[in-house]
């Protein structure tokens, strides 16, 4: 698209384009409004589906380089750069992980979050400056989130990144856009013409949401995050944590809330600890132990325990 003005640039993505199923919106009745809205949203899963393949290789990428002491960030602008602010943001609560380790970059920093700084998409060197302030490295993960797959500053971001050796991957919902061209990986979920048009915070802000889900919740799961479904590593920050590790504990081992509560203190409230001590008879520092052996995968540390001779 090179060679073309922004003005057939623009007319050429799917994103931009007049969806005919809403040109007389403004004329329905709220019901017709929301039924309309539902409709088409339950087309995004379709378009996120032919991405599995891609989002998949993500995860297993993203995982072998967090193993190897890198990072994932996401770079984005506008709608796109607030969706991976969000998704790195509620890594720490979750998954207890540093705040450095998933890191959600926006064009115009953190005031964008809230008041729009549409001006600084379209410099291409302000996305490598903000990967550069956070020391990127070869073995961190950028992806760029840009719905139009054309936005400078995540060009420029992940230009930036390719010089560096570090895995640049690609999140837009166009085909064959300039970021196809640059990105060593591409997610490319085609979910169609908005409603309103151009309102890519509606469609293409669902699925981004969608594939972000899947990147991190997949990757926190491939390093041992989680126990079966359950969120093991949860950071007990609050009295609602406090009460879900208990619960967990509990859950997990078959014994009393009281019990749970008693085993937790004694490992200074950290739950995967607290489970091997109590499924392996262990102390403490031995299930810790453990737990640095089976790469903080709790049922592995487990097995190991239990096959351990007494």
Known sequence: MSGLSIDQQLERLTTESVNPLSDQIDTLSSLEIVRLINREDALIAEAVAKQEQAISEAIDVIADRIRRGGRLVYIGAGTSGRLGVLDASECPPTFNTPPELVVGLIAGGDSALRCPAEGVEDIPQRGEDDLRGVKLCSLDVV?????????????????????????????????????????????????????????????????????????????????????????????????????????????????????????????????????????????????????????GHLRTAIELGQRAPS
């Open 143 to 295: 992806v760029g989130i840009a719905t139009s797959g054309r936005t400078p500053y995540v060009i420029g971001g992940l230009t930036y990144a390719n010089s560096i050796d570090a895995f640049s991957i690609g999140l837009a919902c166009n085909e064959g856009s300039p970021l196809s061209n640059i990105a060593a990986l591409m997610i490319t979920p085609i979910v169609g013409p908005e409603l309103i048009s151009g309102s890519t915070r509606m469609k293409a802000g669902t699925a981004t949401k969608m594939i972000l889900n899947m990147l991190t919740t997949g990757v926190m799961v491939q390093l041992g995050k989680t126990y079966g479904n359950l969120m093991v590593d949860l950071r007990a920050s609050n009295t609602k944590l406090v009460a879900r590790t208990r619960r967990l504990m509990s859950r997990i081992t078959g014994i009393s809330i009281g019990q749970a509560q008693h085993i937790l203190e004694q490992c200074d409230g950290d739950l995967k600890t607290a489970v091997v001590c109590h499924q392996c008879g262990v102390s403490m520092e031995q299930a810790q132990r453990l737990l640095r052996q089976a790469k």
